[in-house]
């Protein structure tokens, strides 16, 4: 009988209670809470992948601000539903000074962590426009978002970004948004799961056909700056950070402070509206919002009837670090370039033990080093390669779960793995390649020897 690092009897115990069928198919919490308790019950500390959890500590500019006003009682006041003017003002900063882009701070929010502002975004787009409700997301992505859409009630559609690059994204995009019930294009760069970071020309490509079709263009920018091939530290000066709000005005940028500024438990990220669609009207939201003003909608209908705005504190602590990065007293970029390092690290330990990587170039350049990679085992679908990962005291979710068309592999997280793991990270591989090599499969009912 094979001996695996995780007990085995321990593994499908879990398994079992959690009710999880497949386990590969599991959201990122469920399967949080899974790893969890295999490893409480078992002992066997996990290298864990499959949640994005910032592994490094909050700036000091953030906590000293936060603590700050904490003292002059701002604890005991409500916030404005929009942000407190300190932080509207350093956002619109941000957006000029990093992104070349301007917003008036009317149209610069905070919110309770990206996914609350992106499900806010869904909520006003999707009723903007009367028979306009549709929901198109450049895949692969953060599998929560179709969860939202699911919650709202919006029909959705979607592809993968891999097959459809450079010139021939044109073409893909218009197919769906001729139709004309498409209300918003939701995707993330740098991309999660794949790390592909989208191109000037394929930014401009969305920019142009959001405006032409009256498509709003939703942009997840939750790990803005860190694609760390280019250098995007320097406040005023390119180059800029890439974004699709420098081609058209119908665009929000929805951007977290969890990743680039590591305020994950704070619960606030940021959202900005370009103006002309801030101001705008649509025919589709008085019923919902209770105004047929996109920007009063969003707030006064949306924001009030979901959280009634942001922790007033935390506001405090975001201006405060947005403000040192404004000045170019913080380098954000080079406190989050640890990732890069890990990342790096963490292919080569993979690779070097019999996996392959799945999204493995950014339209023909090799693939920055980031948050995320993404890999496969021969073999193995990334639905069972989850699974049998756990037996191996390793973690990650299926790449089926995040809308991609490629169900061969898994997405790894590095955030949580740092160097003085890498020893026990690479000894897991060995043993899971040479294991899965002389065909050995962990079994429902034990662990034998494929046939």
Not at 72 to 90: A, C, M, N, Q, T
Not at 202 to 214: A, F, H, Q, V
Not at 252 to 271: D, V
Request: aromatic share 10%.
């Amino acid at each position: 009988m094979l001996k695996t690092p995780v007990d085995p009897d321990v593994v499908r115990r879990q398994i079992a209670r959690s009710g999880l069928k497949p386990v590969g198919l599991a959201t990122i919490r469920e399967l949080n809470i899974l790893v969890s308790a295999i490893q409480a019950e078992s002992g066997a500390e996990f290298i864990r992948m499959e949640m994005g959890i910032p592994g490094l500590p909050p700036p000091r500019q953030a906590v000293e601000a936060e603590i700050e006003a904490l003292r002059r009682h701002v604890g005991s006041i409500y916030p404005p539903f929009d942000g407190i003017p300190e932080l509207k003002r350093e956002i619109a900063r941000f957006i000029m000074r990093f992104m070349d882009v301007a917003v008036d701070p009317s149209g610069c929010l905070p919110t309770v962590g990206s996914m609350q502002g992106t499900y806010l975004a869904l909520m006003a787009v999707g009723r903007r426009k009367k028979g306009k409700n549709r929901i198109l997301f450049i895949d692969p992505g953060f599998p929560v978002n179709k969860r939202q859409v699911k919650l709202i009630g919006l029909p959705h559609d979607g592809f993968d970004l891999y097959d459809y690059r450079g010139e021939r994204l044109g073409p893909k995009l218009e197919s769906y948004l001729q139709a004309g019930d498409v209300a918003a294009v939701l995707y993330s760069t740098p991309n999660n799961p794949s790390w592909i970071c989208l191109s000037a020309q394929e930014l401009e490509t969305i920019g142009r056909l959001c405006t032409r079709y009256d498509v709003i263009a939703l942009e997840d920018q939750a790990y803005f700056g860190m694609d760390f091939r280019h250098d995007y530290s320097r406040p005023g000066q390119p180059p800029y950070i890439p974004t699709v709000a420098r081609y058209t005005d119908h665009a929000i940028l929805l951007m977290s402070s969890s990743k680039a500024f590591s305020l994950a438990g704070q619960r606030i990220g940021m959202m900005a509206v370009k103006d002309a669609l801030f101001n705008s009207t649509g025919d589709g939201l008085a019923p919902y919002f209770g105004s047929s003003q996109f920007g009063y909608a969003l707030i006064y209908g949306g924001m009030y009837g979901l959280s009634a705005g942001v922790s007033h504190s935390a506001q405090w602590g975001l201006a405060g670090v947005l403000g040192a990065v404004n000045r170019g007293d913080f380098d954000f970029v080079d406190a989050v370039r640890e990732y890069e390092r890990r990342a790096a690290a963490m292919k080569r330990l993979f690779l070097e033990n019999g996996f392959h990587l799945v999204y493995d170039n950014d339209d023909g350049a090799p693939l920055a080093d980031g948050f995320y990679f993404t890999v496969a085992y021969p073999g193995l679908t990334g639905v069972e390669l989850v699974e049998e990962l756990l037996y191996y005291g390793i973690s990650a979710i299926s790449l089926k779960t995040t809308g991609s068309s490629r169900h061969e592999g898994i997405r790894a997280c590095v955030s949580l793995t740092p160097e003085d793991k890498f020893d026990r990270l690479h000894r897991r591989l060995a043993r899971f390649d040479e294991d899965h090599r002389n065909g050995w499969r962990a079994a429902a009912e034990g662990y034998t020897q494929a046939g």
